[in-house]
């Protein structure tokens, strides 16, 4: 999950499987296809990759905004190795999970336009050759990260804490209300909200 990039393809499972960042029939980045078509080069693709990868994470317009989510996202999120949370502290003690100070990636307009125009090209003279691989995968063009609050009863801090990193501990803001006591982390880089756009219909 933390090398999530705009431009990445996700695979749709359908009815009967989950997504996928992987499958045999679909590129890893959109742009692998724009290089065995042969309209850019490798180079020019790791260019715009790594272009994709500097680029800063902005407030989003829901960015005062708590977003509350469930055991089975922070499940899914790998929120344990994010934190390096020891195994001994089990997530199903954690009362609530939430983001806060949300911040988001999106795909510049110049690279949807270039894109697009890419695209047209491939379903022009190729599209029989890509179909197979492109018509059940979509691009993530927006990125959104924020601050992890995780909320637990007081009777659980000497667990929680005893199963933090020194230096992840010291770097949380801890406050109390009434039983409960709240952690919140710094940004991670782990994104816990995306935008994806299917190939097969993709515009600028």
Sequence with gaps: MKSLTLGKCVWDGGWFDTPSFTHANMPDYIYNTFVQGGIITIAQADEILNRMRA???EPAEFANINIEFTLEDALELKLSQQLDLNASFNLKNVKSFNFSG???KCFPNTDRLNIDKMLDEIKDGQWDQYKSGLRRAYIITELYY??????INS???AAFEGALPPE????????TLGNTLSYIFESSDVPFAMRLERIKHFNS
Excluded: R, T
Aim: charged fraction near 20%; hydrophobic fraction near 45%; avoid cysteine.
């Design 168 to 175: 992840k501990l010291a770097a949380s803001n801890k406050f």
């Design 102 to 104: 949300s911040v988001g």
């Design 55 to 57: 680029i800063p994470a």
């Design 155 to 157: 009777d659980m801090q």
């Design 146 to 151: 924020g601050k992890i609050e995780m909320s």
